[in-house]
Structure formats: structure tokens, C-alpha cells
């Protein structure tokens, strides 16, 4: 994966109406500044690499 | 008993017939309805239920019953079900649920070892915090200072036990909530390996990471409630069949035959807990490095699947009471729900990888210290500080240390240490394999021996 710091206003403008949020004019400056700290631990996590082999974490038990 | 009595001195007294668990709980209401509101730790008092309980653990000690923890008084984060309260997590939304039916798991266990549950406590709404500060019930504030934050989210369960309310609390710790509040209040707390405790009647937050267990004044005291609250519960679905293991009986070699590290690089922090690893290297004669490796890459994964969870969890409400959220709360998970599948996925790829990275570590070591919080209490309201020279926020910068341990299921006893010439304690963290609680409470009671870790009401609340 490969992570840049996109358009965020064009993220949630794209993004709200998919999972069917509204996001107000005075919560848009916290959603944004969220997005933008989740897009910066997605670069840290990205310098990782795991290889193809590594499940993830969570294992259902039938 | 007096505020300053624990879960062993009382269960002792108790036990024995020397007070009735009636009086023990008629000074612990009587210390709560005096104190709460200054302190903020309770938002639920039972009181008739607690004192009809009372009556009937004294009848039956009469009749010759033993009880572990007979007549302990104990709080519970307002996240755990109480039979006939709504459940509601710290929120404003939660308060129109149907009441529970039952008490969480927990309590149940508790209570059966002749505790007495008084009431539900104040926490961060819906865990989604690390301050102790609540956007709808006010703040648990710092029984060492009132002016300064409890930590979170487990707040109230930190002020109330450092209040000298109740001996003992139960907290929820998804990312640090057990462990910052107790670094914050100057408690030993205890968050046991992933799969241990049953979460059964419990509000979640993160369940990939949500991790129920106490808060008390001494080791002897976390370790004989640690007890009580083990064994199977098919209604958890991530619990781990194990035998009960008790440490009440296995703690008194302290860290004698122990293997210990010191966590350096990403754990190495500023210099007021430098300061304090210091003091814990020396008391415990630990010269040992260790490096836990991507600590940075496992905050940033715990973070979001923290952030995709949470956001899964709360989406409908999301959409429809927005307003009635903590605005911090509620941005941070509409942020939540627009994220990659792909991160939360790797993240939890990242997971396995990292956990079989740090379990490599344990080949060489019994116990790895780090500290709690990268500082001691900020001020209640304070939104920002400088961490490493850098002016950060204080709200997601309190769990940088705790995170990437709770991230992989590791068991943490949380020690309050004081250090000369500072007003506050700051906590450390004893971290060990995967079920071995007993490691990890084993340091900590050997800084509660050397004197350097102790857990005192606080000033104001202590009776002489």
C-alpha cells in the first residue's frame, strides 16, 4: 500500500454520503483533522513490510 | 474501616466478625455522598441494593460461609451492566437503553466472593478517551489535586479508589484506560492478557483490544480481586479457556529469579518519566535494555483499528444523534467510518506480525518495564503539551505508551511510583507474556517493598 495525504475535503465529500453521514459545517475542521491523523498512522504502518504469508490477527472459531 | 482500609484488611475484618460488611458499606456511602460531588466519581449510588447485599453476606457469615472478599465495598465503570440502570458508557445517547437485566460478569464474580458493588462510575464517553474528562457528567477529577485530570477513560474508577470512596473499582482498558488513570491517580491497576477476563455484560468499545479488570491501593489487593473475577465464560467470545491461575499465594518471591528490561527508543520518553525509570531501574537492580520493535507502527495500527471499530460500532447513532455525542467523540468516529477497509486489515495483519516480533523478546525476559503516560496529571481542561520538544494534544498523547502493549494482548500491572521532590506519582507498566499476570504482579510487588511504589488516599480524603 502506498499512502499519500489525499484531498480530504474531496474524501468526505466522497466518502459521507457512501456510509450515509452528514457531516455538518461545524464538524467538518474535527473530521478533517481525524482523517489527516489516520492518514499519517497509515504512512507509519506502510513502512512495514509483512509478508504475504502473515494472517491477520482475528481468527474465527467455528 | 476507615477510608485508607483495602480489600484484604477489610475482607479480614469482615471475615472474621470483628465489623459487619453493613458498617463497611454504610462508610463508603457515607464517604461517597460526602465527597462525589467534588470528586465526580460516581454516577450511579445503589445504595439500597448495596445495603440489602450487606445484610445478607453478614447473615450468612454467621452461619459459618467464607468469603474471599467478604464485605468489600467496589465500584464499576458505568459500562458494565447493572441489573436496572441503563448501561450508559460514559454517553447522553446510552441513557435510553432498556435497563439491564443482570450485572456484567464481573460483578457477578465479585459479589459471589462477597464484595458488595455500591455504585457505577463516571468515565470518557463511550471509552473513547484518555482524560477522565465527560462532555455530559463532568470530569472525575484527581483526589491529589481536584484541579488536575484523573485520566480515561476509566476515570472515575481511578478517582474513587485514590478518593478513598471504595478500596477497589473495575475499569475497562481498550488502549490504556486502566493504565493511564492509574499513572494519573497513583494506583496499582491491573489489565490482564486479551482472552482472560469475561466481558460478558459489558458496553464495548475496540473488541479486538477491550480488556475489563481492577484498580486498587496494593498488590495484595489487586491480586486477591484478580482472583476472584477468573475462570471460563462461553458468552465472551474472545475468552481463552485457562485453568484459574491464581497469584494471591504467588507473589511473595517479588522479582527474585526474574528476567527484566528496561524498554529504550520509543519508550524512553522526556525526562520526567526518564526520571522515574531511573529510580524503578535501581530499586529493582535492572540494567537490561530491551527494544521493542515498530512501537511507533503499533500505536499508528492500534489507532485505527481503534478508529474502524469504534466507527462500526456507533455508525447508526452516528447517523441519526450526531448532536448528542461528545463532539470529540463523535468526529473521531465519523473520521472512523470513512477509512480504507485495506488499512484496518493490514493493521490487524501488522498485528500478528508485531505480536510475534515482541513474543521473540520474551525468550530473553520475563518482564519489560515502560512507563504508564509520558507525564503526570495535566490540568483538567488542558489540551495541549510538550512531549519530546514538540507542542502536542494531550487527549490521544496520554495512551502512547500504553497502546502498543495493549495492541497485542499483553498482560500489564500498572504501578504507581513516587518520586522525590514531585507532588504527583506517574506509573510504570510491568509487561509480560501472554498469562503471565503473576510476572508482571511480582514486580510490582517488589517496588511496593522497596517503598518507591505505594498507593495512598489522597490527601483530604485519608481519615487519620
Not at chain 2, 475482607?11 to 464517604?31: D, F, L, N, P, Q
Not at chain 2, 450511579?44 to 450468612?60: F, N
Not at chain 2, 468515565?123 to 457528567?137: K, P, Q, V
Not at chain 2, 479457556?241 to 491464581?246: C, K, M, N, T
Request: charged letters at 25%.
Amino acid at each position: 500500500m502506498s499512502v499519500k495525504l489525499p484531498d480530504i475535503d474531496q474524501w468526505i465529500d466522497a466518502m459521507a454520503p457512501v456510509v450515509g453521514l452528514t457531516i455538518s459545517a461545524e464538524h467538518r475542521a474535527g473530521v478533517k483533522a481525524n482523517l489527516k491523523t489516520a492518514a499519517k498512522m497509515a504512512a507509519l504502518l506502510d513502512k512495514v513490510s509483512i509478508k504475504d504469508e502473515v494472517e491477520p490477527a482475528p481468527v474465527y472459531r467455528a | 474501616m476507615k477510608s485508607t482500609a483495602g480489600v484484604a484488611e477489610i475482607a479480614k475484618a469482615v471475615g472474621s466478625g470483628e465489623v459487619t460488611a453493613h458498617s463497611v458499606v454504610m462508610a463508603s456511602i457515607g464517604r461517597i455522598e460526602a465527597n462525589n460531588q467534588r470528586l465526580g466519581a460516581f454516577t450511579d449510588l445503589l445504595r439500597e441494593r448495596a445495603i440489602d447485599r450487606a445484610t445478607t453476606i453478614d447473615a450468612e457469615i454467621q452461619q459459618g460461609k467464607k468469603f474471599p472478599l467478604a464485605g468489600v465495598p467496589f465500584g464499576a465503570k458505568n459500562l458494565f451492566d447493572i441489573a436496572g440502570i441503563a448501561t450508559r458508557a460514559g454517553s447522553k445517547i446510552n441513557r435510553d437503553r432498556t435497563p439491564a437485566r443482570a450485572d456484567a460478569a464481573l460483578i457477578r464474580r465479585l459479589e459471589a466472593a462477597g464484595a458488595i458493588c455500591v455504585g457505577g462510575l463516571n468515565m470518557g464517553e463511550y471509552a473513547y478517551d484518555f482524560t477522565g474528562e465527560n462532555f455530559h457528567d463532568g470530569p472525575s477529577r484527581n483526589p491529589h489535586d481536584l484541579n488536575l485530570m484523573s485520566g480515561g477513560s476509566s476515570g472515575g474508577s481511578g478517582t474513587a479508589v485514590a478518593g478513598g470512596l471504595v478500596p477497589l473499582s473495575l475499569g475497562s482498558d481498550t488502549n490504556g484506560s486502566i493504565r493511564v488513570p492509574s499513572s494519573l491517580c497513583g494506583l496499582f491497576g491491573l489489565k490482564p492478557t486479551y482472552g482472560r477476563l469475561s466481558r460478558h455484560g459489558t458496553f464495548p468499545f475496540v473488541p479486538s483490544f477491550d480488556h475489563l479488570g481492577p484498580m486498587a491501593r496494593s498488590v495484595d489487593d489487586l491480586a486477591m480481586s484478580y482472583d476472584a473475577m477468573q475462570g471460563f465464560d462461553e458468552d465472551d467470545p474472545a475468552l481463552v479457556r485457562r485453568p484459574l491461575e491464581a497469584v494471591a499465594g504467588r507473589l511473595e518471591r517479588g522479582s527474585a529469579g526474574l528476567r527484566i528490561a528496561v524498554a529504550d527508543g520509543y519508550f524512553a520518553g522526556d525526562a520526567e518519566p526518564r526520571e522515574m525509570m531511573e529510580l524503578v531501574a535501581r530499586a529493582l537492580g535492572v540494567t537490561k535494555r530491551v527494544t521493542i520493535p515498530d512501537a511507533q507502527a503499533a500505536r499508528a495500527a492500534a489507532y485505527l483499528i481503534t478508529m474502524v471499530e469504534g466507527a462500526t460500532l456507533h455508525l447508526d447513532r452516528l447517523r441519526e444523534r450526531t448532536e448528542d455525542f461528545d463532539p470529540a467523540v463523535s468526529e473521531r468516529l465519523m473520521a472512523g467510518a470513512m477509512l480504507p477497509g485495506a488499512w484496518a486489515d493490514q493493521a490487524q495483519r501488522f498485528r500478528r506480525y508485531f505480536r510475534d516480533q515482541v513474543m521473540k523478546l520474551f525468550d530473553h525476559v520475563d518482564v519489560i518495564l515502560a512507563p504508564s503516560t509520558p507525564m503526570r496529571a495535566p490540568k483538567l481542561g488542558q489540551t495541549t503539551a510538550v512531549f519530546g520538544g514538540v507542542e502536542m494534544p494531550v487527549r490521544p498523547n496520554l495512551g502512547i505508551f500504553t497502546q502498543p502493549i495493549s495492541f497485542i494482548g499483553l498482560p500489564v500491572a500498572a504501578v504507581p511510583i513516587w518520586v522525590d521532590g514531585h507532588k504527583l506519582p506517574l506509573g510504570v507498566q510491568a509487561i509480560a507474556a501472554p498469562w503471565r499476570e503473576d510476572f508482571a504482579l511480582r514486580v510490582a510487588r517488589q517496588l511496593e517493598r522497596a517503598g518507591i511504589a505505594r498507593a495512598p488516599v489522597a490527601k483530604g480524603f485519608a481519615d487519620e
